[in-house]
């Protein structure tokens, strides 16, 4: 496949691609993004610790901490560094709990989430200038139900939570 790079920003950029698939001419606008990692991170009281965040245009949304990969950074260095960023936890140890594509379609960003555990209130938030968020704390079972009731709809929430939940046999 053929790319033209048409823009190129802080955290993503768009190209087109144009190639032949399976004999057939194709043209493919893609976001080009580095990657991201999510923590389902727990209190010392097994609450989960969430950001409400402002996102353009949606206003303020409850979700996950979460943050992009660094150029040619580890994504579970980028789970360390971002939660200590956005709530001031430091966690003993990062999980593994699932990877995934938020819009496979258009966009090469892939979310690795994580389970945070072992965490100890280190500092105060470090945010981006651009950044505008506070730290609130659910527990487990409320926010599957706001999951379910649909007042959560942030994807790598969703994710984590439910793949985290499938994995724990939770309800």
Known sequence: MKKKKIYEGKILGLSVYDGI?????VKREMIEHRGAAAMLAFDE????????QHRFPHGYVLEIPAGTLEKKEDPIECAFRELEEETGYRA??????ISFYPSIGYNSEI???????GLKKIADLKLDADE???VEKIELRKLIKMIKDGKIQDSKTICAVMTYVSKKKIT
């Open 132 to 134: 505008i968020l506070s």
């Open 21 to 25: 698939i399976e004999g057939r001419k």
């Open 111 to 117: 979310i690795h989430c994580y389970v945070a555990s």
């Open 92 to 97: 003993k140890k990062m999980t593994w709990l």
């Open 45 to 52: 009281n097994g609450k989960i610790i969430l950001v409400k």
